[in-house]
T-cell receptor
């Protein structure tokens, strides 16, 4: 399977715990995005990587959130001291270098439930 | 006001009906995307367009740049078309090409 993969698919955690999600983009894609989607809403942008450089972070990404893409391949999103409001679907997408506008390919998402 | 507005929010159709979902946006864009999301979360890109019209199977997407409006049409709808359809835009001058999403249209096609 050469699509975008995300792990884990589901995560249940207690409030105050730290969680880490992983995204493996399509191998030749240098652009990687994280989005968050709450129930009944469209996804919202969190952060963007071009290769290993994190070039943009949303105001939604509080200081409890950190994302990395250490070698320009897979990426991790960590949430520290989780809160109930962090419960959401976390989506990763990647896109190729070519063209002015880029089609984005989405992973299946990681559903986080904070109890 | 959301930058990307979709209508209707919910749509129920009988199998075989012609379906239209509308999307409007507020400022100039580099591209408009139509995406499909099934229960469980996975998002699939259906179309990316910046002008005119695109067709894939029973799906047709159109965009009117002057009116800042796009439509997604489904011909001969089928229960397997039941999903959330989401419109998203990306903007010129945005180095990231991040997507700004609408809230989606929940489509249920009944047999």
């Amino acid at each position: 399977d050469t699509g975008v993969s995300q792990n884990p698919r589901h995560k249940i955690t207690k409030r105050g715990q730290n969680v880490t999600f992983r995204c493996d983009p399509i191998s030749e894609h240098n652009r990687l995005y994280w989005y968050r989607q709450t129930l009944g809403q469209g996804p919202e942008f969190l952060t963007y990587f071009q290769n290993e450089a994190q070039l943009e972070k949303s105001r939604l990404l509080s200081d409890r959130f950190s994302a990395e893409r250490p070698k320009g391949s897979f990426s991790t999103l960590e949430i520290q001291r989780t809160e109930q409001g962090d419960s959401a679907m976390y989506l990763c997408a990647s896109s190729p270098r070519t063209g002015i506008s880029y089609e984005q390919y989405f992973g299946p998402g990681t559903r986080l439930t904070v109890t | 006001k959301n930058e990307v507005e979709q209508s209707p929010q919910n749509l129920t159709a009988q199998e075989g009906e012609f379906i239209t979902i509308n999307c409007s946006y507020s400022v100039g864009i580099s591209a408009l995307h139509w995406l499909q999301q099934h229960p469980g979360g996975g998002i699939v890109s259906l179309f990316m367009l910046s002008s005119g019209k695109k067709k894939h199977g029973r799906l047709i997407a159109t965009i009117n740049i002057q009116e800042k409006h796009s439509s997604l049409h489904i011909t001969a709808s089928h229960p397997r078309d039941s999903a959330v359809y989401i419109c998203a835009v990306s903007y010129y001058g945005g180095a990231t090409n991040k997507l700004i999403f609408g809230t989606g249209t929940l489509l249920a096609v009944q047999p």
